[in-house]
């Protein structure tokens, strides 16, 4: 990575261990960075830089480092690589919280709904960050620890554009999440994609093009749908063969990546996809389907001409990167915060149809029906005609005089670097 970018200098601070081993993991997570703090005002003060020259972006589990960044009088702003939605969310629940049960109760009804942040339409609790749902756990002290600190940042960063996600934005730069204000300043400035070359297996970058890609080479403009679960989504072997049955029964191509399920990747870290998908699956399907152990070359994939949809569990960057192709999705959210984006994909943005019962069992006639939902039905074509506006729109941030393109000299200005 240091090769690849010679104008970023990478500095290792050294960090001892976290103190408290039996801490939730967030909990650590934080204590061990506080812990870095001496570290990094070692290295702060060992960079001669005179006033604009000098600003601190810290990841959103940093919270602490605003310490530093204070009594050196540095500014600091926070990157945040999810939905400016989620960071309305996420800033207004310290206030909001206190005035409901836990989501957790709440959520017990099946249509239970909450409220997000100021001016928007509320949400399934279900579909609220699940760290969160229960008030009195440790999980959700610690969250609502750092969003309150986060809300001390000069400024966020946000990995989205303007276009968007307009009730969220207008919600954060009101000051309606904060009310105890101030609210950091919001800066849109994505979709930062991968939009280059991913090829190989994951983490390392192969010479040659993937197999799969060649595969698409030979498909109809238009005619695959693709099926691709983050960096570690995993399902049960009974929900792998029903995926399996839906996508044969759909009768449309498909490109699948599929892990091992959760329980048995340790002793099969490969999948064995004869043991694991219906018998006889592969062969019936094979002039139409293709299935990918562990991991997809996703960038390419979604860019490729012969991918219509996408099946995706809803982390930022897949959706970000359907966006910037063009591509309806089919969300199947699966943890973090997936359900909440999959809410906001589907209801506030129109980039998205949900697969019902993603919370427990997706049935092979749901993967069915959403598949041809999408490829065969006029509401797929609205959805078509809505992503290619997005990717559009998307496109247009990032290019010259764009809203993001905008966003990311006004930090600088802010900062005083320009
Ligand atoms: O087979 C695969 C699987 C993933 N990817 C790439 O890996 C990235 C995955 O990112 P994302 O879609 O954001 O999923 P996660 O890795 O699961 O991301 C975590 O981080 C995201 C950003 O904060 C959150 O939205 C998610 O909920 C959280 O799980 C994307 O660039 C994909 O193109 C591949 O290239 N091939």
Same mark, same amino acid.
């Given at each position: ?20 081993? /039996?801490?939730?993991?967030?909990? =650590?997570? %934080?204590?061990?960075?506080?812990? &870095?703090?001496? /570290? ?21 589990? *940093? #919270?602490?480092?605003?310490?530093? &960044? ?22 207004? %629940? ?47 002290? #610690? ?28 919600? %954060? =730069? ?20 991968? =939009?280059? /070359? ?8 192969? $010479?040659?093009?993937?197999? *799969? ?8 403009? =238009? ?18 063969? $029903? ?87 089919? *969300?199947?959210? %699966?943890? &973090? @915060? ?15 149809? $949900?697969? $019902?019962?993603?919370? @427990?069992?997706?049935?092979? @006639? ?53």
């Amino acid at each position: 990575m240091a090769a690849a970018n010679p104008t970023i200098a990478f500095r290792l601070l050294p960090v001892p261990a976290s103190p408290d081993a /039996g801490a939730h993991p967030v909990q =650590r997570s %934080l204590d061990t960075l506080r812990l &870095a703090n001496p /570290g990094l005002r070692d290295l702060l003060l060992s960079l001669h830089h005179g006033p604009g020259e000098l600003a601190l972006l810290l990841d959103m589990f *940093c #919270v602490d480092a605003l310490d530093v &960044a204070a009594e050196l009088r540095v500014p600091a702003y926070f990157f945040f690589p999810s939905a400016a939605s989620n960071l309305a969310v996420f800033l207004n %629940l310290p206030y909001y919280y206190p005035t409901v049960p836990s989501f957790r109760e709440t959520a017990k009804d099946k249509n239970a709904l909450v409220r997000c942040y100021p001016g928007m339409p509320p949400i399934r609790a279900a579909d609220m960050l699940h760290m969160v749902q229960d008030k009195e756990s440790d999980a959700a002290r #610690v969250r609502l620890y750092q969003f309150r600190r986060m809300a001390e940042g000069r400024g966020v960063l946000v990995n989205s554009f303007d276009w968007l996600e307009p009730a969220a934005l207008k919600a %954060l =730069r009101s000051g309606a999440c904060v009310p105890a204000g101030p609210t950091p300043a919001v800066y849109c400035i994505g979709p930062l994609v991968n =939009r280059g /070359g991913s090829h190989g297996e994951r983490g390392g970058a192969a $010479e040659k093009p993937h197999e *799969c890609l060649a595969w698409l080479d030979a498909q109809p403009r =238009r005619s695959v749908v693709f099926l691709c679960f983050g960096s570690l989504g995993a399902f049960s072997s009974a929900q792998l063969r $029903e995926i399996a049955r839906g996508l044969e029964t759909s009768g449309h191509r498909f490109l699948w990546a599929v892990r091992s399920p959760p329980e048995e990747q340790s002793q099969f870290p490969e999948p064995d996809l004869e043991r694991l998908l219906p018998a006889g699956f592969l062969e019936r399907t094979r002039s139409r389907g293709m299935v990918l152990k562990n991991w997809a070359p996703q960038s390419e994939v979604v860019q490729h001409e012969a991918v219509a949809a996408f099946v995706t569990h809803c982390g930022w960057n897949s959706t970000l990167e359907a966006i910037m192709s063009g591509l309806p999705m089919i *969300c199947w959210p %699966l943890y &973090a @915060e997936q359900s909440m984006n999959k809410a906001f994909m589907v209801e506030e943005m129109r980039i998205a149809v $949900e697969m $019902e019962g993603y919370e @427990e069992f997706v049935t092979a @006639e749901e993967v069915e029906a959403k598949v041809r939902l999408v490829m065969e039905t006029e509401k797929g074509k609205m959805l078509r005609e809505r992503l290619a506006v997005a990717k559009e729109k998307a496109v247009e941030a990032i290019n010259e005089g764009g809203s993001s393109e905008a966003a990311f000299a006004d930090f600088l200005r802010d900062f005083g670097a320009e």
